[in-house]
C-alpha cells in the first residue's frame, strides 16, 4: 500500500466518524473506501448555513461541538487524504456598531478600517503562531475576521477544535454567474439613445432635474472591466481626461489562472469574458455620442476583479470588498478608506452547496453596510419557482436583492423568488425589481451587446443609488433610509406569471416573496428625498439628455434651480440602541402652506456647463429643526446623517418637463415653470398640537405610534402617487389632499406621540 492509499485508509474511520456525528451515515464501498452520497452532503451544508444575531438561522445547539464547524464540502474534498483550500472564520469578530452614529463619512470610513485591521492583527495572532510553529502557510484578511490556508482533515479538525475558530469553510472554486441566455448581437455601428432599461427607472427626469450621480463613486466587482470602452473610459475615476491612474481605483484578486486573457495581477482593468463591463456599462455607461446605456452617467466607477471567466473563490471575493472599504495603491500598500464607494454591485452568486464560505461572506457585507457602502445583489436566476432565492449574497437580509423585468413590466420567469428557507429564516426576498432582460450595454471590444439575468437588473439598482445620492446628500452612506425609501417609491404595478404566490404572500400584496415592493423608480425616490429632507441646490453640470432619435447628440440641459428658499438648521442625534426608530423630525412654528411658480431662466454657456438664474416670484424663510437619530440595525428613515447648518433650499416636488433634443449655443434660452410647494409665515403663531387637529395626523393604519412607512405614504399621495383615501388620517383637514404641512406634522408627530 502506497503511503497516499494508507493515508486514505486511515483516514476512513475518522470521516465516518465524523460524518456520522453530523447525521450523515455513510457506507463503505469496494476496497474499504468510503462512499458517501453527495446529495445528502449538499442538503446538510445548505442547512449549516449560518449567520449572526437577527440574520440567518445559528447553528442548533444540538451541532456546536466542533464538527459541526466543518463545512460538508470540507469533508467530502479531504475524506480520502486530499488537502483542499479553506477559509478560517474566528469566533471574534470586529464590533462596528459605533460606526452608525458616527456623522463624519471620511471619520467613519477610517473608523471602520481601523477597528477591523486592529481587531484582527489582535484575535489573529494566537491562531497565527499555532499556524507558524506548524509550517502552515496562511493569507490573513481583515473585511472579516478570517484565515485561508490549505489543510487536511487532521488540520481541519485541530482548527475545528479550538475555541476562537467560529467556522471551516470552503474555499473551493465555483462557478458564479448563471445567465439564463445571452443575445451576443454586436451594436458598435449603430447607436440606441436612452436604453429602455435606463427609461423605465425614470433616470432621463432625474437627471433633467440636473442629478446625474455626480459626486457619487459606484463600484463593481466582477469579471473585470474594459476600462477604456467609449461609454466607460469618461466615467473611470482612474481617468482625468488626459491620462490613467489605477491606483485606488482597480484591483485584480486573481493571482493563479491559467490561460486566461487578463492573466493574474492585471495591473490595469481587463474583462476576460464580458459580464463586467456589461455590468458597469449599465451602472453609469455613456459614450456622448448617443449611446446612453448608464442609468447615473454623472457618477464614477471603480473596479475589481473577483472571477476568473466566471470562477469564483471565497478568497477573491473577500479581496474585492477588502479592496472597496479601504481601496489601496497597486502595490496593495498604503489604504485610504475616504475613498471607498458608495454603493458595490455584485451580479453574482455564490452557491453554499458548493462551499461559499456563506457564514463569511455575510459578515463581510454586514461590514461593508457598516462603512456606509449601499451592496447591491442580483437575485438570480433559478425562478420560477418559490424558495429559489438561495444563494448569497442575495439571501442576506444586509443585501438589497434585485429580481428582474421585462419591457412589459412583466417579471422574467427566470428571476428567483423568495422566501429565503435554505437559511431557515423564511426571509422575504426580493427587495425589489429593476429591467433585466434584453438589456443592452458595453462589452468588449468596444461594442455593445445585449444580454439578460438578474445580473443586468442589479446595476440599474447600483445607478438609481448614485443618483438619489447626488440629489440628496443627506441621504448619502444612510443605508437603512436609502433602502426604506426605495422600497416605499416602487412602483407595484409588475404583471406576474405563475406561481404568483410564494411564502403564502400574493403577488398584489405588497411587499411580497415575488417581485419585493415593485419596479424601481428613481424619480418617485429622489421626488420624496427631497420632500421630506432640505437640501442644497444641485451643482451645475452638464446634464445628459434622453436621445429619441439614434442619430441625435445629447445635449447638455441646465437644471432649474427651485424659487423658494428655506433655512434649515439639521442636527443628528445618534441613537445606538438597536430598539430605536429613527425618524426625521422637523419642528415648525409657523407654517402655512401655498403653491408658487417661478419662470427660472436658464443660460447655456458655451463651456456645455449650464448655469440657471431663476427669477423668483415670491420668497420667503421657514425656520425648521430636523433631528436625525440612528441606530446600528435600524430600517428606519433617516439613519445617521451629517451635522450641519445651512441654508437650504426646499425642493419638495418637482414635475420635470421633457427636455428637447437639441445641439447647445452660448446664447440658447429656455423658460421652464416649476411648481413649489411653499412655507410663509403667517401673522400669528401656531403650533399644531393633538388638541388642534380631531385625528392623530400620519396614524395611517389606526394605531401608534406614527411610523416610517405611514409618513412614506403620505409622501407618495402628495406626489400624486395615490389617493389620500388611503391615508385619512394625513389628510388632517379633509380636503382630498397631502399637504407638506401634515407630512411635517406626521413626523412631528412619530417622534413625539399624538
Known amino acids: 500500500m502506497s503511503p497516499t492509499t494508507e493515508h486514505a485508509a486511515q483516514g476512513v474511520p475518522k470521516i465516518a466518524r465524523h460524518l456520522r456525528s453530523t447525521g450523515i451515515h455513510p457506507r463503505s464501498g469496494r476496497h474499504g473506501m468510503w462512499v458517501g452520497p453527495l446529495a445528502c452532503i449538499v442538503v446538510v451544508g445548505a442547512a449549516s448555513l449560518a449567520g449572526g444575531p437577527s440574520h440567518a438561522a445559528d447553528v442548533p445547539r444540538a451541532a456546536t461541538a ?173 481617468w482625468n481626461g488626459n491620462a490613467a491612474d489605477h491606483n485606488y481605483n482597480w484591483h485584480d484578486a486573481v493571482h493563479d489562472s491559467v490561460d486566461n486573457p487578463c492573466g493574474n495581477d492585471a495591473p490595469a482593468p481587463c474583462d476576460d469574458l464580458g459580464h463586467g463591463t456589461h455590468t458597469t456599462g449599465t451602472t453609469s455607461g455613456d459614450d456622448g455620442n448617443g449611446n446612453q446605456i448608464g442609468v447615473a452617467p454623472g457618477a464614477r466607477w471603480i473596479g475589481c476583479r473577483n472571477m476568473d471567466n466566471d470562477v469564483g473563490t471565497p478568497e477573491r471575493y473577500t479581496e474585492c470588498f477588502q479592496f472597496f472599504i479601504a481601496p489601496t495603491d497597486q502595490r496593495g500598500d498604503n489604504p485610504d478608506p475616504t475613498r471607498r464607494p458608495h454603493v458595490i454591485n455584485n451580479s453574482w452568486v455564490c452557491p453554499p452547496s458548493e462551499g461559499c464560505a456563506a457564514n463569511t461572506l455575510e459578515t463581510i457585507v454586514r461590514n461593508s453596510e457598516a462603512a ?104 448619502a452612506r444612510d443605508i437603512a433610509a436609502t433602502k426604506a425609501l426605495l422600497q416605499s417609491t416602487a412602483q407595484p404595478d409588475v404583471t406576474v406569471p405563475p406561481p404568483d404566490v410564494c411564502g403564502e404572500i400574493a403577488s398584489d400584496t405588497i411587499p411580497n416573496n415575488v417581485v419585493g415592493y415593485g419596479r424601481i423608480d428613481a424619480l418617485a425616490a429622489v421626488n420624496a428625498a427631497l420632500l421630506t429632507l432640505a437640501t442644497p441646490s444641485p451643482t451645475p453640470t452638464a446634464v445628459p439628455t434622453a436621445t429619441a432619435d439614434p442619430t441625435a447628440t445629447s445635449t447638455p440641459t441646465a437644471a432649474p434651480s427651485p424659487t423658494v428658499t428655506g433655512t434649515a438648521t439639521l442636527t443628528a442625534s445618534p441613537t445606538p440602541a438597536s430598539t430605536a426608530t429613527p425618524l426625521p423630525t422637523a419642528t415648525p412654528t409657523q407654517i402655512a402652506t401655498r403653491a408658487a411658480t417661478a419662470t427660472p431662466t436658464p443660460t447655456h454657456t458655451p463651456t456645455n456647463v449650464p448655469s440657471s438664474t431663476p427669477t423668483p416670484t415670491d420668497t420667503v424663510t421657514p425656520t425648521a429643526t430636523m433631528t436625525v437619530p440612528s441606530s446600528p440595525t435600524s430600517t428606519a428613515f433617516p439613519s445617521p446623517t451629517p451635522t450641519a447648518s445651512r441654508s437650504a433650499t426646499r425642493t419638495p416636488s418637482v414635475t420635470p418637463t421633457p427636455v428637447p433634443t437639441s445641439s447647445p449655443t452660448p446664447t440658447a434660452t429656455t423658460t421652464a415653470t416649476e411648481t413649489v410647494i411653499a412655507t410663509s409665515t403667517p401673522s400669528t403663531t401656531a403650533t399644531p398640537t393633538a388638541t388642534t387637529k380631531p385625528r392623530c395626523v400620519g396614524q395611517c393604519n389606526g394605531n401608534a405610534p406614527v411610523t416610517v412607512s405611514e409618513i412614506l405614504s403620505m409622501v407618495n399621495i402628495a406626489l400624486g402617487n395615490g389617493s389620500a383615501s388611503a391615508c385619512p388620517a394625513g389628510d388632517a383637514d379633509g380636503n382630498g389632499q397631502i399637504t407638506i404641512d401634515e407630512i411635517l406634522l406626521a413626523t412631528h408627530n412619530a417622534l413625539h406621540g399624538c
Open 66 to 238: 466542533w464538527h459541526a464547524k466543518i463545512h460538508p464540502r470540507l469533508l467530502a474534498d479531504t475524506a480520502a487524504g486530499q488537502r483542499a483550500s479553506t477559509v478560517v472564520l474566528l469566533t471574534d469578530q470586529a464590533d462596528l456598531g459605533a460606526a452608525y452614529a458616527m456623522t463624519d463619512a471620511d471619520a467613519r470610513g477610517r473608523y471602520v478600517h481601523h477597528v477591523l485591521t486592529a481587531h484582527a492583527a489582535r484575535s489573529q495572532a494566537p491562531l497565527r503562531r499555532w499556524l507558524e510553529a506548524r509550517g502552515v502557510p496562511y493569507r490573513a484578511f481583515w473585511a472579516a475576521n478570517m484565515l485561508v490556508i490549505d489543510g487536511d482533515l487532521d488540520l481541519l479538525e485541530s482548527l475545528a477544535r479550538r475555541s476562537d475558530t467560529r467556522a471551516i469553510e470552503s474555499n473551493a472554486p465555483m462557478r458564479w454567474v448563471d445567465e439564463p441566455t445571452t443575445r451576443a448581437e454586436a451594436l458598435a455601428a449603430g447607436v440606441a439613445g436612452v436604453e429602455w432599461g435606463v427609461g423605465s427607472v425614470n433616470a432621463p427626469a432625474v437627471w433633467a432635474m440636473g442629478y446625474t450621480g455626480q459626486g457619487m463613486v459606484v463600484a463593481v466587482q466582477d469579471t473585470g472591466i474594459q476600462w477604456d470602452h467609449p461609454a466607460l473610459k469618461p466615467h473611470y475615476r482612474g
Open 372 to 475: 456606509g457602502i449601499f451592496v447591491v445583489a442580483s437575485a438570480g436566476n433559478a425562478g420560477p419557482d418559490c424558495g429559489s432565492i438561495n444563494d448569497p449574497p442575495a439571501l442576506y437580509a444586509e443585501a438589497f436583492s434585485v429580481g428582474a423585468f421585462d419591457s412589459t413590466n412583466t417579471l422574467a420567469t427566470f428571476s428567483s423568488r423568495g422566501p429565503v428557507t435554505v437559511d431557515g429564516s423564511n426571509r422575504r426576498k426580493p427587495d425589489i425589481v429593476a429591467p433585466g432582460v434584453n438589456v443592452r450595454s458595453a462589452v468588449p471590444p468596444d461594442t455593445y451587446e445585449t444580454k439578460q439575468g438578474t445580473s443586468m437588473a442589479g446595476p440599474h439598482v447600483a445607478g438609481v443609488v448614485a443618483l438619489l445620492w447626488s440629489a440628496q446628500p443627506l441621504l
